[in-house]
């Protein structure tokens, strides 16, 4: 087999990991609805076809981009070549042999006909490649489209024109999923006029990242630490999702969501559920989505204790020696916004393991760099024998799971500095993804594509989950808007710094 570049590395397919992929994937066709966009044509597409180039799709396979724009199909083939080729680069006959399997059917997302005309057309085309009616729609669009898609795609009949016992069909969504408790049940009371909660599969991109799946390995597929892990030994822990960038040109979403919506209603609960949650009793996708929805309802209700929440917006600022523009300058936002681009959350679990470890969470925009990591800082000794001649209190072990830039675990624990003299010095112990593994992986993209087609929940939030996070969050997002002191409660912070001063502090605690 000839070799290809993915990424800059030489990827030779008869060497790829065993654990890189599955096989004997169901044969489908995949319909990308708002495939003209910017999600499908740089992360889906370009996803799609790493796949392809690692043997994890499915065959046959086809790939229809959905759209209003009026492509057509090489129009669309070409449009996305360029995308593909800056992740890998292949010969023309590997991209011909590739781009043979993608179609584009143009259509309005109101309309039912066109809707009965893509019924249709999936049709002949699953006779044709041999796909056995095996469908997985993928909603890359932008959230008030979800419902009137779903809905056509029931009404049309699309679904039921392949015999259910042996064919599937599922429906991928994006977040947000709603923006507070009302909103998300009346979205998930739409998905479900025609699909059941078994065919529904809400992305979380965080959860298909490899450090983040590795904290459930880390847990319970040791001895070690587990015994460790609860108010005993555990001082506090911290979470943070720090973004250089500021919001691109989302304006008008991010407005209208905030960081809370953004970050905390998904990504920042769910790892937080993974560091605090019970052990399920198989690894298996609903065992483990129970004990999450058990962690979210032992979460106590914020209630305006001093700390509990930190809230910031970014002004000018310098980032990497470049003078960038505040919050109120980006385009598209109005100039007295409210909006929260920067959020210190302290969340208290009510349960026997965790009563009294506070767990700060802590997201931003516009910060001094990127980086996103969980510290367990574990407590000090309980007694020091080496106080007297110390003269300081011994420091803490610290448990680091880094999730970028480095993708790796290091547990900071102390040792005897050489000499005659006694002085502790902190060592670190050192787990590096990129130093211990240096083949092909799988971006989270792929890693969710593949589960949806292998039908596996895991990665995926499910209802119950969704409706207990806005519960907690919709609360004090509720209050947070509609206060009288708004003004006051958002602290200002220059881009480029690690928040506001009422947080830096703490949020460089975690980072150093
Ligand atoms: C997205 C948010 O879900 O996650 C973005 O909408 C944010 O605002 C992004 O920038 C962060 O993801 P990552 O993988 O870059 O940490």
Redesign the pocket.
């Known amino acids: 087999m000839e070799q290809l570049i993915v990424d800059g590395k030489v990827c030779d397919l008869e060497n790829v990991c065993d654990c890189l992929t599955v096989t004997d994937l169901d044969p489908c066709i995949i319909v990308i609805f708002g495939a003209s966009g910017d999600l499908a044509t740089r992360k889906l597409m370009p996803a799609l076809f790493r796949m392809w180039i690692n043997n994890s799709l499915p065959d046959p396979v086809a790939i229809v981009g959905c759209a209003r724009t009026a492509f057509s199909r090489s129009e669309f083939i070409s449009r996305i070549k360029k995308e593909c080729l800056i992740c890998a680069s292949v010969s023309e006959a590997q991209w011909l042999e590739f781009s043979s399997r993608l179609y584009y059917f143009r259509l309005e997302y109101d309309s039912e006909q066109t809707f009965v005309q893509l019924k249709n057309y999936l049709k002949d085309l699953d006779r044709e490649k041999d796909t056995q009616g095996n469908l997985l729609f993928d909603l890359a669009v932008p959230p008030h489209l979800y419902s009137v898609i779903a809905e056509n795609i029931g009404q049309s009949g699309i679904t039921r024109q392949f015999p259910k016992e042996s064919s599937w069909c599922r429906l991928v969504v994006e977040?947000p999923f709603g923006s507070d408790l009302h909103t998300s049940r009346e979205l998930d009371k739409s998905l479900h006029l025609h699909f059941t909660e078994q065919q529904i599969f809400r992305i979380d991109?965080?959860l298909a990242k490899e450090t983040v799946q590795n904290i459930l390995m880390l847990r319970f597929a040791n001895a070690i630490f587990e015994p460790l892990w609860n108010r005993s030994y555990i001082d506090y822990v911290g979470i943070i999702?720090a973004?250089k960038?500021g919001i691109e040109n989302r304006a008008g979403y991010y407005e209208k969501s905030g960081v809370i919506r953004?970050?905390f209603q998904?990504?920042m609960l769910q790892l937080l559920s993974l560091i605090a949650m019970e052990p399920p009793s198989h690894f298996e996708a609903d065992r483990v989505r129970d004990e999450k929805l058990k962690l979210f309802r032992s979460i106590r209700p914020f209630n305006g204790r001093n700390g509990e929440v930190i809230l910031g917006q970014y002004e000018s600022g310098t980032i990497d020696s470049k003078p960038v523009p505040g919050y109120h300058e980006e385009n598209g936002v109005a100039n007295d916004s409210l909006t929260p681009t920067f959020a210190l959350l302290r969340f208290s679990i009510d349960n026997w393991r965790w009563q009294g470890v506070p767990f700060y969470l802590v997201s931003g925009k516009r910060l001094k760099r990127k980086e996103?990591r969980i510290v367990i800082q574990f407590k000090e000794v309980p007694h020091s024998l080496f106080r007297d001649v110390l003269n300081e209190s011994v420091v803490a072990n610290r448990l680091i799971l880094s999730i970028?830039p480095e993708e790796g675990i290091t547990l900071s624990f102390q040792t005897k500095s050489p000499g005659a003299k006694v002085c502790l010095r902190t060592m670190n112990m050192n787990f590096s993804y990129q130093e211990s593994y240096k083949g092909v992986s799988l971006e989270a993209y792929e890693k969710v594509l593949l589960d949806c087609i292998v039908g596996d929940h895991m990665l995926f939030w499910r209802q119950d989950g969704v409706e207990e996070a806005w519960s907690l969050l919709t609360p004090l997002l509720h209050s947070c808007e509609s206060c009288e002191n708004r003004a006051q409660q958002l602290y200002s912070y220059p881009a480029g710094s690690w928040g506001p001063s009422a947080a830096s502090e703490f949020v460089e605690k975690i980072i150093s």
Do not use: L, Q, S, V
């Open positions: 977040k991109h965080y999702a973004e960038i953004d970050m998904n990504h996103t970028y």
